[in-house]
């Protein structure tokens, strides 16, 4: 019903920068709250940052503020995760997922609730 493509991973270097993009199919994207979650090898995935359905309110995980910016352009049914300042811990495959509970975003940290996940894209960051 719902699919995401995710595309901008990659390598780059402590410091740098990259953009994530995660392309939704679908009529109702913006019913959706997005999220991006990571995972790194060995380890649990974890809540980077959601964006609610009009794009006008954020929230992040501590590790990443400051750093990484999540928007959404509805027209384009694209959300993206723009990352500055890029860290060696920052490595790890991100996936992009949709929720349509209607969660507030600072609820929305968890994996339930996010019903559609795309297939995830690496990001290496060398120090």
């Known amino acids: 019903q719902v699919q995401l493509v995710e595309s901008g991973g990659g390598l780059v270097a402590a410091g740098g920068s990259l953009r994530l993009s995660c392309a939704a199919s679908?009529?109702?994207?913006?019913?959706?709250?997005m999220g991006w979650f990571r995972q790194a090898p060995g380890k649990e995935r974890e809540f980077v940052a959601a964006?609610?359905?009009?794009?006008?309110?954020?929230y992040y995980v501590d590790s990443v503020k400051g750093r990484f910016t999540i928007s959404r352009d509805n027209a384009k049914n694209t959300v993206y995760l723009q990352m500055n300042s890029l860290k060696p811990e920052d490595t790890a495959v991100y996936y992009c997922?949709?929720?349509?509970?209607?969660?507030?975003?600072?609820?929305?940290?968890?994996?339930?609730?996010?019903?559609?996940w795309g297939q995830g894209t690496q990001v290496t960051v060398s120090s």
């Open positions: 997922a949709a929720d349509s509970t209607y969660r507030r975003i600072v609820l929305a940290t968890t994996t339930a609730g996010y019903g559609y």
């Open positions: 964006i609610n359905r009009s794009g006008g309110n954020a």
């Open positions: 679908g009529r109702t994207f913006s019913s959706y709250v």
